[in-house]
């Protein structure tokens, strides 16, 4: 019989125990989690076997969140509540949503804090939980398919997000409950699962065209440091225009008018894109597709499309990308031919067009051997798994630059920097202020972020008062401002005055993010207003209930109320008044009961209109005609 073996207490089993730490690629329109698995980096499935998770959210009024293609299903009967693409909204202002409200069609609700929270049927909710419940969705599937808690995450962010965008982004992920390793930029990682960074140097060129947005990263590697020399791109591009092109020369062959706002051709629109959806994913295997789609109630339409028509339609859209790589290269410096690696990121860069185009704009392939959708979450898996210390061997790592210049306001509302943007992160600088006038006490530090020189054109990031410098004449003190930039590219600063030691700090939270304790707030208050939230919705629901029937009600005796005894009518007047009353009430229940009161009597009369009509219809007819 074999002995089992048990270990020394505080000894483990194995020499060298593999921590779990996964990759996540947040993204606009689809969302992934990649693992390390006996040295190979792979995307995590769910249990049907699909990676991509659709970036989208529902909110139920019974307090239900659904996440994922069984929230994408009811993106077009219960949009307002079906939240996606979020990402557009991460680490913004109530300022900054008039440039997206256009193509974000949800109902917003002003808040003190500044932070835009979009109304649903479930609450109010941010960007940052919304995003918080994807992340928890991925979590989950990487603990259950790796069976054991995470130690750590890299998240990846688009190059150009901001420090609030970012700081929006760790917060979701602490509202999901991951510890972050560390923010990596999307095309860095893309550059990474490539093994680009092992290489000594190079220019890398990473095109990404994703559902809605495109962009354009130079990447120059120099001794395991990727600098971002420039990025570009599009935040309304993408291969949801290519699903347009072809619903729209569809409806034209079909010669159907779509009057988009009208409730019947919405669903016959979403037919349509889902079915140009598919063919235009058809068209990237076979040189043709056929469409079959149900355009009205008698027959299916059917037509093919070609994959040279199809490269017709998408070209203008192509295009613009190409102009976006050719500004972007220009404003780095570099030439076309200097490009060494060209790397395809997103899943409409599986379109060949794409390719093709791309591939002629840079003289060379484009690498696409890695699947375009999840290179980025691969690439943050690697980072993920080293960060983690599971390659004791390995110690190079890889480091990032921050992405933004970072300065203070001086006098005149001017900006001067304090870090340079492509500065090598994690960084921290100093620089001396002195003070404007004899005998200053205080002094206003206020951070901005940007490649601007006047205030107005930066991003505010925070303001802070460094108070109690000894009074001085004008030039004589000495105020020393740090600014310490961390690994994620988050910001803290600090101000002192040399010859009094007086100093002030603050970590710069932006002022339209969230501070720690808001979030633990937000995460009490999602519990106790869940309760409030549905009595109102309940409330809100009987009444527009009540209204129906009232209308109805009116509607029909205004048309056969002679129908009616006077002594009926007398009847039904009542309980409409009764209902009228609890209306204005704010008793739910009260409002169905009247409801349910006013149905029963009137149920008479209800049939007695129905037979009217029959009787009507079948006006010199015989009721075999109908069978
Ligand atoms: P994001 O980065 O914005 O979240 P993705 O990189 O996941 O988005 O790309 C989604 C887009 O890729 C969608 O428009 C989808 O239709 C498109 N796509 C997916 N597979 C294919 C394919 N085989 N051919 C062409 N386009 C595809
Ligand atoms: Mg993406």
New binding site residues.
């Given amino acids: 019989m074999a002995l089992l073996q048990i270990s020394e207490p505080g000894q483990s089993t194995a020499p060298h125990e593999h921590k779990l730490a996964v990759g996540m690629?947040l993204?606009?329109?689809?969302?992934l989690v990649a693992t390390v698995r006996s040295g190979v980096a792979d995307t995590l499935a769910d249990e049907d076997g699909v990676h991509?998770l659709p970036?989208v959210v529902r909110y139920s009024a019974n307090g239900d969140v659904t996440v994922g293609s069984n929230a994408l299903s009811h993106a077009t009967t219960d949009p307002l509540n079906t939240l996606a693409s979020v990402k557009r909204l991460m680490g913004r202002s109530e300022r900054d949503l008039t440039a997206l409200e256009g193509y974000l069609p949800y109902k917003f609700t002003r808040h003190e804090s500044n932070v835009p929270r979009i109304d649903t049927a479930g609450g109010a909710v941010t960007a940052v939980e919304v995003s918080a419940e994807i992340l928890k969705h991925l979590r989950q599937r990487a603990e259950l398919s790796l069976g054991g808690e995470l130690v750590g995450v890299v998240i990846t962010v688009p190059a150009y997000f901001d420090d609030a965008q970012r700081q929006a982004t760790k917060d979701a992920a602490t509202l999901a409950g991951l510890n972050v390793f560390r923010l990596l930029n999307e095309p860095t990682a893309a550059a990474v699962a490539y093994g680009l960074d092992q290489k000594a140097e190079g220019v890398t060129a990473i095109y990404?065209?994703?559902?809605?947005?495109f962009d354009i990263s130079i990447l120059k590697l120099t001794r395991g440091v990727f600098e971002v020399l420039s990025t570009g791109g599009d935040t309304a591009l993408?291969?949801?225009d290519?699903?347009r092109e072809i619903a729209v020369w569809l409806l034209k062959h079909a010669k159907v008018e779509i009057d988009a706002q009208a409730g019947q051709d919405h669903q016959l629109m979403r037919r349509v894109m889902k079915e140009a959806?598919r063919v235009?994913?058809v068209?990237?295997?076979q040189q043709e597709a056929h469409i079959s789609v149900r355009l009205n109630k008698a027959d299916d339409f059917e037509i093919t499309l070609s994959r040279n028509q199809f490269e017709t339609l998408i070209e203008p859209h192509i295009n613009k990308t190409i102009a976006w790589c050719r500004k972007a290269l220009r404003e780095s410096g570099v030439e076309p031919t200097d490009v060494e690696n060209v790397v395809m990121?997103?899943?409409?860069t599986?379109?060949p067009y794409v390719r093709e185009k791309v591939a002629e704009f840079f003289g060379k392939e484009p690498l696409t051997n890695i699947d375009?959708?999840k290179v980025v979450a691969v690439g943050a898996a690697q980072q993920a798994d080293k960060l983690a210390g599971n390659n004791p061997d390995e110690e190079m790592l890889l480091l990032d630059v921050l992405p933004l210049s970072l300065g203070i306001e001086t006098m005149g509302e001017l900006v001067e920097k304090i870090i340079d943007r492509n500065t090598v992160i994690p960084v921290t600088r100093a620089q001396k202020f002195t003070t404007f006038k004899d005998g200053q006490t205080a002094m206003r530090v206020h951070v901005l972020q940007g490649e601007r020189e006047k205030v107005s054109d930066c991003r505010s990031l925070a303001t802070f008062d460094l108070t109690g410098i000894p009074p001085m004449v004008a030039g004589a003190a000495h105020i020393v401002v740090t600014f310490q930039v961390d690994a994620d590219g988050l910001l803290s600063v600090s101000a002192e005055e040399e010859s009094s030691g007086v100093n002030a700090s603050v970590e710069v939270k932006p002022s339209y993010g969230l501070t720690d304790i808001e979030i633990e707030t937000m995460l009490n208050d999602s519990f106790r207003h869940a309760k409030d939230d549905m009595q109102m919705r309940q409330l809100a629901e009987q009444q527009v209930e009540a209204d129906r029937v009232l209308e109805s009600l009116k509607s029909a005796l205004a048309k056969d109320g002679e129908l009616l005894s006077e002594d009926e009518l007398a009847k039904i007047e009542q309980c409409k008044s009764i209902l009228l009353a609890a209306r204005q009430g704010d008793d739910s229940d009260a409002i169905k009961q009247a409801i349910q009161d006013l149905e029963s009597d009137s149920e008479e009369f209800i049939a007695r209109r129905m037979n009217r009509s029959v009787q009507q219809v079948m006006k010199g007819h015989r009721v075999e005609e109908f069978e």
């Fill in positions: 690629d993204g606009t329109t689809n969302s991509l970036s990404d065209l994703g559902g809605g947005t993408g291969g949801d290519f699903d959806r235009k994913e068209l990237s295997t990121v997103g899943g409409s599986r379109t375009p959708d």
